[in-house]
């Protein structure tokens, strides 16, 4: 097996049956595989495509779906097709690559030739009975999802702003069955419970609204996001400017009004180390925007730093500082 470089992205496909090993109707034979394996060409990674020769690869990562399928799944170019892109990690981004590439291909026909799906060692029955075992509490028939990572601080109520309670978030098949992840504190990229450090905002959570008039409600550590190429500014297929893309329900979320809100409760933080944290998470989401607001906001984290490295106190540097209404108008 081969060792590619694995990112830190969630796949959301849609469930597979879970045998160990199945044919689709192009007569693939989709054989199991373990955590972490990787290969070459079919059945899971086109062959041969566009040109004879091309070999793409894939990979899975850790976690399974109720399933028995891998929800962490990656695709990767063949070595001379490789430039700033060079992997994914959902199938919308492996078709808005092939669509951007090779417009003439036929996109039902490229995804029929190899199986997106994989299917995981650990059988679906094995996978249930481990959950039951586990003795996890489950997602109930509103979406509304107690604590299943045993985190004794869980509440929607204060995980997001003060004062203002959750709408009923919509049903989720996917992450939100596995084991040990809860919608509430779980980061949908490295599965690990959020803080409040930041003062709350050390995270995002998507708010986008569903068909059902549900929102999606799941959360993600900013940095993650930063690791994965999913916040910040990010060309390529993705095409996000100082934006937050939700892995979960592809939806986007601007961050320049949550980098305000990191900016201003550096002024009442005492730790410098901290403040010079939040001003560099702040930094690395807006660098590289077009956006008139997001420009003016990196004048002004810039010149923080600045004046913090030379020793100035926090109090004097905040004080100073003018920020940004959702315009770009100085508030």
Not at 22 to 40: C, Q
Not at 253 to 273: A, F, Y
Not at 281 to 286: D, K, L, N
Request: hydrophobic fraction near 35%; proline fraction near 4%.
């Amino acid at each position: 097996m081969s060792s590619y470089e694995d990112p830190v992205e969630v796949d959301s496909s849609a469930e597979c049956n879970g045998d160990t090993r199945s044919t689709n109707k192009n007569e693939l034979h989709l054989y199991p595989v373990s955590a972490n394996d990787s290969g070459e060409g079919l059945p899971y990674a086109p062959a041969d495509w566009p040109n004879p020769g091309d070999k793409w690869a894939w990979k899975v990562g850790k976690r399974i779906a109720s399933a028995g399928y891998f929800l962490d799944r990656y695709l990767y170019l063949p070595n001379r097709l490789r430039g700033k892109r060079g992997v994914f990690a959902s199938r919308l981004s492996v078709e808005q690559y092939v669509r951007s590439e090779f417009p003439s291909t036929d996109i039902n026909e490229f995804f029929a030739s190899f199986s997106w799906k994989i299917p995981s060692k650990l059988l679906k029955g094995d996978w249930y009975a481990q959950l039951k075992s586990s003795g996890m509490k489950s997602v109930s028939h509103l979406g509304t999802i107690r604590c299943k990572a045993g985190n004794s601080l869980c509440a929607s109520a204060s995980l997001i702003e003060a004062g203002n309670p959750s709408p009923e978030t919509m049903i989720c098949d996917i992450c939100c069955s596995e084991p040990g992840f809860c919608r509430d504190c779980c980061c949908i990229l490295c599965c690990k419970t959020i803080s409040s450090a930041y003062g709350g905002y050390s995270y995002i959570r998507c708010e986008a609204t569903a068909d059902d008039g549900y929102i999606c409600g799941h959360i993600a550590h900013i940095d993650c996001a930063l690791r994965a190429y999913m916040a910040g500014t990010v060309g390529g297929s993705i095409g996000l400017d100082a934006e937050y893309f939700c892995r979960r329900c592809d939806s986007r979320t601007e961050l320049v009004s949550h980098v305000m809100k990191l900016l201003k409760i550096c002024g009442s933080i005492d730790s410098r180390d901290d403040v010079e944290k939040i001003l560099n998470v702040g930094f690395c989401i807006i660098r590289g925007s077009r956006r008139t607001n997001a420009k003016q906001l990196l004048r002004h984290i810039k010149s923080a730093m600045a004046k913090l490295q030379k020793g100035a106190c926090i109090e004097d540097v905040f004080k100073e500082v003018e920020f940004l209404d959702a315009n770009g108008e100085t508030a």
